[in-house]
């Protein structure tokens, strides 16, 4: 079957983004490419966007399809985390927009091989570079029960992590929990739910968001991407991020109100010492989420949530 990825909100990314020809943009997630082949197209005759993306078979994917734009876009296999150093060197050192859209992509919930999706039957890795880093699998062989609950309770705000961690460790004294399709068994046996009340999500969806922010240290990678996009941005360059669950979008929001900030000294303080201005304001109200009709077409974009600032010269 072939994997279609929809990009999530794209009227809108478009719309804040505001691409023009001759700009230079970066799309710090390609994944399946479809909002880089939007931004290219509004940046018709002559803009150029560098995309990112940490896994390298989205970059080879994109580059193939995408191939019509020929040097407009330039793809580098690179976490966003180094965003300062590889933008710079792949000319890309000032850009007028840089677009985030966070988590995993279609393609690579729908890979079994990877461990992503609850049906998956392949090894549990869940990593987006398969090059650095442990494979989710090796975190639930080795953590103890007390490190397994605190990472379900801190990145999927898991109600029940201290039964699932438990479970976890009494089975694999006999059989390792080495595949999504396992996790996913063993999480529905110890949250059965309740039958009158039909889930909107897998019971596991919580344990396999908090899996996949740990194995990909996805929230610190986003603080060291907004902070990086900061240097990069022109006066009047435009900052997009799509967030999914509320830890990022919590990072994000917060990064855009201390950055939209004046002074921070403490209000006890009569003259101003810290020197500090503002260096963004924000371009959409405070935030936005998709139509009904969008969710309806797309249920992957229902938790979408779309925040978008420009630079200010300071
Ligand atoms: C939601 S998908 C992007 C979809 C894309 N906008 C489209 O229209 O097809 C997110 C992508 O970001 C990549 N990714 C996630 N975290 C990353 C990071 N820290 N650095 C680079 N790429 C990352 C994932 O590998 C995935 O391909």
């Known amino acids: 079957m072939e994997v279609l990825h929809s990009p999530v909100m794209q009227d809108e990314v478009l719309g804040a983004l505001a691409p023009q020809a001759g700009s230079l943009q970066i799309d710090a997630t390609v994944g399946g490419g479809g909002h880089t082949e939007r931004i290219l197209e509004a940046a018709n005759p002559d803009g150029r966007v560098l995309g990112f993306d940490a896994d390298e078979a989205a970059i080879a994917r994109v580059g193939q399809r995408l191939s019509r734009f020929g040097d407009r876009l330039v793809l580098r296999c690179a ?13 890309f050192g000032a850009v007028d927009g840089l677009f985030f859209d966070l988590g995993l992509s279609s393609f690579q919930l729908a890979d079994r091989e990877r461990g992503f999706g609850f049906r998956a039957g392949g090894p549990l890795d869940m990593r987006f570079d398969a090059t650095h880093g442990v494979p989710a ?25 201290w039964r699932i961690a438990k479970a976890i460790v009494a089975e694999r004294a006999s059989t390792p929990v080495g595949t999504a399709e396992a996790l996913a068994a063993l999480v529905e046996r110890v949250v059965p739910g309740n039958p009158r009340q039909p889930r909107r999500t897998h019971p596991a969806t919580r344990v396999f968001q908090a899996l ?25 360059g435009r900052l997009v991020v799509l967030s999914y669950h509320s830890l990022e979008d919590r990072i994000v929001k917060q990064f855009l109100a201390g950055e939209r900030r004046g002074c921070i000294c403490p209000p006890q303080v009569p003259i101003c010492v810290c020197g500090h201005t503002p260096r963004l304001r924000l371009v959409t109200r405070p935030s936005q989420t998709p139509s009904d009709a969008e969710i309806a077409a797309n249920p992957r974009a229902r938790s979408a949530r779309l925040r978008a600032a420009e630079r200010l010269a300071a």
């Open 79 to 91: 976490n966003f985390r180094e965003l300062a150093d590889v933008a710079p060197e792949a000319g």
């Open 137 to 161: 699998a090796e975190l639930l062989s080795t953590l103890d029960a007390d490190g397994l609950a605190s990472l379900f309770r801190r990145y999927g705000e898991e109600p029940a992590a």
């Open 212 to 236: 996949r922010i740990a194995v990909n240290d996805e929230l610190g990678a986003l603080e060291a991407g907004l902070a990086a996009a900061m240097d990069l941005l022109r006066p009047g």
